[in-house]
């Protein structure tokens, strides 16, 4: 065989063996590429999740016990329930409660829950942000079964900084979420911004949940989010 045909037979196969590599690695990525996408769709909603400070459902505490990772500042608590699924119950005809959690550095944040109220409708019910200790921090709630109301309590004394009047149903529970962002404060009631305010009083704290004297209010599905 001479050298120039030798030589033409090697072109052949070594180009015929290029393409099929080529064809390869050509389906191995077209198939490849979906799955490494899905792969970082699932990583970023991942991240999402993660982006919250601290949530609890209270599933996991046992009936008739205070909530892990919670402390009472004040108040007389009926602690874990069981109605519909568990949820903490301030104790009815008790004095005002305080129910504490999160960490004294959050500064920036929105602290939600589910909040469900007595049918008798006399007292009140929020969730709290900023919270310094049981005379100071920022609240957003129901108040009475006819209003929501966005207030601050500073050394003691309630001051009131937005409300609007609304009739409440108390068969049922509500999501209430108060946002604090630098010196702005929001108050959103079933999904829906409904209060707002300006204030400076406080920077940083933790959460809590505040009942009435005349309110076995419940809580549930904490979830705070930076």
């Not at 030798?6 to 390869?24: E, N, Q």
């Not at 944040?109 to 900023?130: C, D, K, M």
């Not at 108060?178 to 702005?184: M, R, T």
């Amino acid at each position: 065989m001479s050298g120039h045909l030798w030589a033409g037979r090697m072109a052949i196969a070594v180009s015929t063996v290029l393409l099929a590599f080529s064809v390869a690695f050509a389906l191995q990525w077209s198939g490849g590429a979906p799955r490494a996408q899905a792969t970082r769709a699932t990583l970023t909603s991942t991240s999402g999740l993660s982006g919250a400070l601290y949530r609890d459902d209270f599933e996991s505490d046992p009936l008739g016990a205070p909530p892990a990772g919670w402390t009472v500042d004040d108040g007389r608590w009926d602690g874990v329930v069981e109605d519909g699924g568990h949820a903490v119950r301030h104790g009815f005809g008790q004095s005002y409660g305080h129910l504490v959690a999160g960490s004294a550095g959050w500064t920036d944040y929105a602290v939600s829950a589910r909040l469900r109220l007595t049918p008798l409708s006399t007292g009140f019910a929020v969730v709290a942000a900023r919270y310094q200790d049981r005379d100071d921090y920022y609240a957003c709630g129901v108040y009475y079964a006819s209003a929501v109301r966005l207030w601050r309590v500073r050394n003691g004394t309630v001051t009131l900084l937005d409300a609007r009047r609304m009739d409440v149903a108390t068969d049922r529970s509500h999501d209430v979420r108060l946002v604090v962002k630098g010196w702005s404060i929001s108050c959103e009631f079933d999904q829906t911004v409904v209060l707002t305010a300006v204030d400076s009083s406080f920077t940083r704290g933790r959460i809590a949940f505040v009942a009435g004297s005349d309110e076995a209010a419940e809580l549930d599905d904490v979830v705070v989010t930076g």
